[in-house]
C-alpha cells in the first residue's frame, strides 16, 4: 500500500541488492583473474560508477559463462524511498561483504612478488555483488535460488548498466587472494546462508 502511495506521489524507488553465488570445481580459479582485474580497475579510477558498471558487466557475463559450475546462491535486498537510507544499508552491506572469510584483497604494488611458483588452487570461489538501483527489477527483487532465475538476474544486472540505473557496485570474492583456498567446511561456517541449485 505504502509502495503504491509512494508511486503516485513520483516518489524515486530505490533498490539495495546483493547476490551470493558460489562456484566449485577445478576449473573456477580463473574466473579469480577476471574478479581481481576489476578490483584493480575500480582502484584506479576512484569508484567512477561508469566502470565499475563496465566491470559489473565484464564479471556478470563471465559468471553465466560459468554456469555448470554453479553450485548454491543466495540473494537479499530491501526497497527504499530515501536515498540516504539506502545509502547506509549499501555501507552496511559492503562491511558485511568485505568482513566475510578470505574476502580481503590485497593490491598493493608488491603484491604476488614473493608467492612460489607453484600454489595451491582453490576449488571454490563466492562472488558477492552487491548494487544499488533506481526503479523496480523483478528479475532481482525475486528469490534467485535457482538456476534459470540467477541467469535472468545476471542479465538484468547487465541491463541495469546499459540503462543508466544503478547508483552503487559493489563486488567482492573470496578466495580474495592468490593461493588462499576456500574448504567446503569454511564455506558452511561463514556463508550459511547459500542454498544449493
Known amino acids: ?29 580463473p574466473i579469480l583473474g577476471v574478479l581481481n582485474s576489476a578490483g584493480r580497475d575500480a582502484i584506479d579510477v576512484d569508484g567512477d560508477l561508469e566502470v565499475l558498471g563496465e566491470g ?13 559450475y554453479w553450485l548454491s546462491a543466495a540473494n537479499e535486498g530491501d526497497v527504499f524511498w530515501d536515498e540516504g537510507e539506502a545509502g547506509d544499508y549499501v555501507n552496511e552491506l559492503f ?27 582453490t576449488r571454490n570461489v563466492i562472488v558477492m555483488i552487491t548494487v544499488a538501483y533506481e526503479g523496480e527489477v523483478p528479475e532481482l527483487e525475486t528469490d534467485l535460488s535457482n538456476i534459470q532465475a540467477l541467469k535472468e538476474g ?6 541495469l548498466h546499459y540503462k543508466h540505473r544503478l547508483k552503487a557496485i559493489q ?22 546462508e ?3 541449485l
Open 56 to 68: 559489473l558487466v565484464e564479471i556478470s557475463q563471465t559468471l553465466l559463462q560459468y554456469d555448470e
Open 1 to 29: 500500500m505504502r509502495d503504491t502511495f509512494n508511486k503516485m506521489i513520483g516518489r524515486t524507488r530505490y533498490v539495495v541488492f546483493r547476490l551470493f553465488l558460489h562456484l566449485g570445481g577445478g576449473e573456477v580459479a
Open 95 to 121: 562491511t558485511d561483504s568485505a568482513e566475510r572469510y578470505l574476502s580481503e584483497p590485497d593490491y598493493s604494488p608488491n603484491s604476488g612478488l614473493n608467492e612460489p611458483l607453484s600454489i595451491p588452487v
Open 171 to 192: 563486488v567482492h570474492f573470496s578466495p580474495a587472494q592468490l593461493g588462499d583456498e576456500l574448504t567446503s567446511d569454511q564455506l558452511l561456517q561463514y556463508y550459511p
Open 154 to 159: 545476471l542479465k538484468a544486472l547487465i541491463n
Open 194 to 196: 547459500l542454498i544449493p
